[in-house]
């Protein structure tokens, strides 16, 4: 399995809102048609701004080629590249492939998106961590056995959790789900107390494996099937 995930970002002065209607309405059906399942659809709250974030799910990537050329010969889709192109809003395009490890909750492309977190609202920390050439693997291997389990105890929903394969490498890419901003920051704050975390943070150090670490704060659009 294999997760394409997309990040547009827009002009500002209100582009991505017009945008974002267009693709709810057209762009996103016509690419359901023939393109693997819709995993998540988001903006950021906090990181850069007037971007859309992205993610669709294959289990075989000759599927995705077939869907890709079979999309460009939908009349929908030249409809809505034309109709794109009169909003002029996107200013730049990202993407990158990425396939999930052993242990993240999403190992299927059509593995439907099951709530656990209270309430009906949804912020997700969305990040992206850069390794030194060689590193990634020490790192990851310490994540899964010491450092996940502590996060499970004390933060939101585990959504999924990836290396990239195409696009910048020594790369990992995972997001969280939040009921919100502020319980976020309490149940972090509550991890960052807890001395096995501080225990983690010694190890990893140790490996001097991470070269960069950036978040972005998202929110759920209206046809995301994450929300």
């Not at 209607?21 to 709250?45: D, I, Q, V």
């Not at 994540?143 to 929903?157: A, C, M, R, S, V």
């Amino acid at each position: 399995m294999f997760l394409e995930q997309r990040m547009y970002t827009a002009h500002p002065g209100g582009k991505l809102g017009d945008w974002l209607k267009l693709y709810a309405a057209l762009g996103n059906p016509t690419s359901a048609r023939h393109l693997g399942p819709l995993m998540g659809a988001f903006t950021t709250e906090f990181g850069p701004l007037n971007r859309f974030v992205f993610m669709r799910a294959y289990n075989d990537l000759a599927d995705r080629d077939r869907g890709m050329d079979a999309r460009e010969a939908d009349p929908d889709w030249a409809t809505f590249r034309a109709e794109s192109g009169k909003i002029g809003a996107l200013a730049q395009q990202e993407n990158k492939l990425i396939a999930p490890v052993a242990w993240s909750p999403v190992q299927q492309a059509a593995q439907p998106f099951v709530r656990t977190l209270p309430g009906s609202t949804m912020v997700v920390d969305h990040r992206t961590y850069d390794f030194h050439p060689g590193k990634l693997a020490s790192w990851l291997a310490a994540y899964g056995e010491t450092g996940l389990p502590i996060q499970k105890k004390h933060l939101g929903q585990f959504l999924f959790m990836g290396t990239t394969e195409i696009g910048p490498i020594n790369q990992v890419v995972f997001m969280w789900a939040f009921e919100s901003l502020a319980a976020r920051a309490k149940q972090r704050g509550a991890m960052a107390a807890d001395p096995a975390w501080g225990e983690f943070g010694k190890l990893t150090g140790a490996l001097g494996a991470l070269k960069q670490q950036t978040n972005m704060i998202l929110k759920p659009t209206a046809f995301s099937p994450i929300k």
